[in-house]
């Protein structure tokens, strides 16, 4: 038996090799969509995957302010943020935050399914959500996929 073909791969900085991927969301449903993205920044969808290493690709979001939200939560769902100061606490619904800054609604998904760590920090760089059609990234010769 050759033991050298049954070697585990560790990827690092050097050997990962990161892609540009453009995601449309354009009627897709928040949670589905954000759990895809998050597995896709974080690497999990490569077979070197490695936990402590940044070896996802880079995920360009359009159309973010086409996403949907399943039942009542468009309205009834709460984002809690806490100004620091006494009596600070601020409650937030999808349907207003969608108003002032759609991208907003699924950077938070994505950002919640993300390690709470530097490098959970670090993925989350690799995210950039636009809420037209249109993107930056073209010299990045980012390729389409559909999730």
């Known amino acids: ?3 050298l073909s ?3 791969v ?3 900085a050097k050997t990962v090799n990161k892609q540009w991927i453009v995601v449309d969301a354009q009627g897709e449903i928040l949670g589905r969509l954000s759990s895809k993205i998050a597995m896709i920044i974080r690497g999990k969808n490569k077979p070197e995957y490695t936990p402590h290493v940044d070896c996802g690709d880079n995920v360009i979001v359009i159309n973010a302010d086409k996403v949907k ?3 009542n939560k468009f ?3 709460q984002y809690v ?3 620091g100061y006494p009596g600070g606490q601020r409650f937030i ?3 207003e935050l969608m108003a002032k800054h759609p991208q907003r ?3 938070k998904a994505v950002r919640g399914m993300l390690p709470k760590t530097k490098l959970g920090k670090k993925l989350y760089t690799n995210l950039f959500v636009y809420a037209g059609e249109t993107h930056p990234h073209a010299a990045q010769s980012p390729k389409t996929i559909k999730l």
């Open 1 to 3: 038996m050759n033991t």
């Open 6 to 8: 049954y070697k585990t």
């Open 10 to 12: 560790s990827a690092n």
């Open 69 to 71: 939200l399943t039942g």
């Open 75 to 77: 309205s009834q769902k």
């Open 81 to 83: 943020s806490y100004t």
């Open 93 to 95: 619904s999808p349907k």
């Open 105 to 107: 609604v699924i950077e």
